[in-house]
């Protein structure tokens, strides 16, 4: 035998018989279809694989997410403290940090960063990559900030609390009942040294 399907004697108008433990013929389209969910999985089984990485593959790749970064380091201002300031967020505006003193940084203010310059519109010439701005404020009035955001309003929430405890101890002590407070609550809106400025 050749390993074609050999017709055995039918009657006419019935459809050949096949010889023992063959399987009937399915219809072309079934075979295609199975032809191509077969070809498919083979093809996602060769991608999955190829893109597969180590467990020190992906460790590696961790550990240059650390030390990389998309923006550059903008030059040290005497007097003035830099950073990059995004164009995209509605709550802090570049309009808003220019309101309270940024300014941002034109080709003029860095030599060498006019190739990292916007072309035209509002913001021409300004030191920008991608939707980031570079800008720069005072550092006094950048201090001022700093301790009212990081030491001031802290302290000052603080004072709540206590005020609040103070107030469920008072409540509790008229009914006969007393509050225990828990470790650190005495510390609460002790008054510590402001941190030290912020230098160049």
Known sequence: MDGREESLGAAPGEPPRRGPGRAPR??????????????????????????????????ELFRDSLIQSVLPDLPAMPGFHVFWA???????????RIRIGYRPIRAEDCPGWQG??????????VIAVNEMLAMRIPLSL???????VHHNMPLAEQE?????IRN??????RRGSKVTEGDGMAELGRRVAPPPEFVQ
């Open 142 to 148: 950048y201090n001022r900030y700093m301790r009212e």
């Open 160 to 164: 709540k609390i206590r005020a609040q």
């Open 26 to 59: 399915q219809p072309r389209d079934v075979v295609s279809d199975e032809r191509i969910a077969a070809e498919r999985e083979g093809n996602d089984r060769e991608f999955t694989e190829d893109r597969e990485m180590t467990e020190d593959e992906r460790l």
């Open 116 to 125: 990292v310059t916007i072309s035209s519109g509002e913001y021409a010439g």
């Open 168 to 173: 469920v101890s008072n409540d509790a002590a």
């Open 86 to 96: 995004t164009t995209t967020n509605a709550r802090d505006s570049i309009s808003w």
